[in-house]
């Protein structure tokens, strides 16, 4: 069987219906009211008195509880907020009161579970270590979702410590919430960190979510789950509040179905936070929203450098670059050929040193003041080892050991390997500027591989990833296309602080090429 005829057009037919369908609907896939739905949408539905912020946020629970708990059992949300209805009640009460905060205004949000949320749910990186750990209060992108009136739905499942455990791990699983699946077939591997995050979007579990990235955690999960995503520069959204890896590379992100939509939670979350100094950068740099006057035109006249390696490989996923190309061309993109990646070996020598000296730095600075059952890295290792038949029963923890061997940030061996992962930006900005580019682009990663809870994680093409999360530098993947009814994801990277007229650009091409295709839940035994 074609697994492809699993797969439906995103379709807004659905959406046109009463308050009382969702009080109807009991199952899911095609009759899911909310299916596809934009935050335009629901802001639409919302105004003209058809849908409530409590009756969208009935809908999302109801098909957590039917596809993600239940049938295909994609495990992506880790914890529901016990207070998201009445949260939701609240929002309505404002908006029929005359208040509406903005386009975020009553629409549900589920955050990945490294983040910080002063409520009852927990913040635990899937770490058993963690378990029972509630956050004294909310991260400062969790203050900015909530000031803008979104409804905290719930927390998604991770790559336990975001991936930063072992060099064996399979990314989506983590010993408190288990493995996550991909929604358009599900032995297939949702890719990682932000797993919960990326197949939650995909499959409609919510309308928007937030991932986090250090090194293809946001971009790399949206293209292999068939969405949009926003690994922003380093600086444009704070970082206080969200369990640390890299302090020169963390970010969150935000992950969504359309560009339009991720650029508005983009939006929602930017602000300069004392707590975190690099957001001072972002003054005077981030507009108040990214979408005003956004049409389909933002690629004509641009010039683009494509990665030559991109170029060859897989045919499936080389003939879907090459339609992209065609695309882009016909929207009035020039393309020409660049080699970035080459050029990115001596900050890449470096990059996993950088990585465990801040993230031994980092992680104790946070357990440290956190109301947490362990306080350092040495505790989480102990308690580890104490109970490995559950939190270590398919990879260890030689990631987490090597970090805590590291010494102190400064040390000469980590300043020096610093200066060499910075050169990262000269490089990026050397070729922009060289070739007069206005970004460079390439496939984001190859298709999902298959979860393999013995032999980890392996790659099915190239990723693009590494470049702009060196750099520090904004990255947006959108939907290209299906290889074998697995999508693969099209990369727009820049200088810093240049999201806007990446925005102008991925949205351009999306809306020219509209690929985004609605997962169908393909059992393997039955492809």
């Known amino acids: 069987m074609d697994r492809r005829k699993f797969l439906k057009n995103g379709s807004l037919a659905g959406l046109a219906v009463s308050a009382l369908s969702f009080t109807e609907w009991e199952g899911a896939g095609k009759d899911f009211p909310l299916m596809e739905a934009t935050i335009t949408d629901l802001q639409e539905k919302m105004a003209d008195g058809s849908l409530t912020a409590v009756a969208i946020t009935k809908a999302y629970l109801k098909r957590i509880e039917a596809i993600d708990k239940k049938g295909p059992a994609l495990n992506a949300v880790i914890e529901l907020n016990p207070d998201a209805l009445s949260i939701a009640a609240a929002l309505d009460a404002e908006r029929k009161a005359g208040r509406v905060r903005g386009p975020m205004h009553g629409i549900p949000v589920l955050i990945k579970d490294n983040i910080d949320s002063g409520d009852k749910m927990q913040t635990t990186a899937g770490a058993l270590a963690l378990e029972g750990h509630r956050a004294a209060k909310d991260a400062f992108i969790i203050r900015q979702l909530r000031a803008s009136g979104a409804v905290l739905l719930g927390k998604t499942n991770l790559s336990e410590w975001a991936n930063f455990r ?9 010993s408190r919430g288990g493995q996550t699946k991909m929604p358009y077939l599900l032995n297939r591997n949702p890719s990682g960190s932000s797993a919960g995050s990326g197949s939650a979007v995909s499959a409609n579990l919510c309308a928007v979510a937030i991932g986090t990235e250090t090194n293809g955690s946001v971009v790399s999960p949206s293209s292999i789950n068939g969405i949009v995503g926003i690994k922003p520069t380093v600086g444009l959204l704070s970082r206080s509040g969200i369990i640390p890896i890299s302090k020169t590379q963390d970010t969150a992100g935000p992950m969504a179905r359309t560009v339009k939509d991720a650029a508005l939670l983009l939006a929602a979350l930017t602000g300069v936070d004392a707590d975190d100094p690099v957001t001072q950068e972002s003054r005077g740099k981030a507009p108040k929203d990214y979408v005003t006057g956004l049409d389909g035109n933002g690629l004509k006249g641009k010039k683009l450098g494509i990665e030559k390696s991109a170029l060859t490989g897989h045919e499936g996923i080389v003939a879907a670059l090459q339609e992209a190309l065609g695309v882009l061309k016909a929207q009035g993109a020039t393309i020409v050929e660049v080699e970035l990646q080459k050029s990115m070996s001596e900050p890449g020598s470096v990059e996993g040193t950088i990585l465990q000296y801040e993230f031994k730095d980092g992680v104790n600075k946070y357990l440290a003041t956190a109301n947490a059952p362990v306080k350092t890295l040495s505790d989480v290792i102990a308690f580890n080892k104490a109970n490995e038949k559950k939190a270590m029963p ?19 061996e980590y300043l020096d ?111």
């Open 394 to 412: 398919y990879f260890k923890q030689e990631t987490l050991e090597r970090s805590d061997s590291r010494g102190g940030l400064d040390s000469t």
């Open 417 to 527: 390997a610093l200066k060499k992962l910075l050169t990262a930006r000269t490089i990026i900005d050397d070729l922009l500027r060289h070739d007069q580019l206005d970004a460079i682009i390439s496939v984001t990663s190859g298709p999902a591989c298959c979860i393999d809870l013995v032999a980890g994680d392996y790659r099915t093409g190239g990723g693009f990833s590494g470049p702009a999360a060196m750099a520090g530098y904004p990255h947006i993947t959108v939907p290209m296309g299906l290889v074998l009814g697995l999508p693969v994801g099209l990369s727009f990277v820049g200088t810093a602080y240049s999201e806007p007229a990446l925005i102008w650009m991925a949205y351009a091409y999306e809306q020219a090429s509209k690929k985004r295709m609605a997962p169908g839940f393909v059992n393997a035994a039955n492809p």
């Open 166 to 174: 072992s060099t064996r791990s399979t990314s989506g699983w983590s």
